[in-house]
């Protein structure tokens, strides 16, 4: 079992920066993909980004491509996300996934995380 704990939400206004962390515990496989997602309230769960423990092959949203970049450490089981330019519109709460294999970058993701709260002021 693979339990995911999510830090670094907050307030930030427009234009301001955040860096998310997900500290994964149990067993983490060389084959997992590990994602970022964010719902805003009355709003399906979307995929930002996503990356292979393995090689590090990573994966965007076009939403994301140029204001975020995830990154992992696998000696300390964590992954991050920094994102920059933040946008009211960015405002959700973020969640850090996990999976085994990767056949698309979205679809699929077994272990969960709480989620931490990201409000963008304008």
């Known amino acids: 079992q693979v339990q995911l704990v999510e830090s670094g939400g907050g307030l930030v206004q427009a234009g301001g920066s955040l860096r998310l962390s997900c500290a994964a515990s149990?067993?983490?496989?060389?084959?997992?993909?590990m994602g970022w997602f964010r719902q805003a309230p009355g709003k399906e769960r979307e995929f930002v980004a996503g990356i292979t423990w393995d090689d590090g092959n990573i994966g965007y949203a076009d939403a994301a491509k140029g204001r975020c970049t995830i990154s992992r450490d696998n000696d300390k089981n964590m992954v991050s996300l920094q994102m920059n330019s933040q946008k009211p519109e960015d405002t959700a709460r973020y969640y850090c996934?996990?999976?085994?294999?990767?056949?698309?970058?979205?679809?699929?993701?077994?272990?969960w995380g709480q989620g931490t709260q990201v409000t963008v002021s304008s």
């Open positions: 149990g067993h983490i496989l060389s084959n997992y993909v």
């Open positions: 996934a996990a999976k085994v294999g990767r056949m698309s970058w979205a679809g699929a993701y077994d272990y």
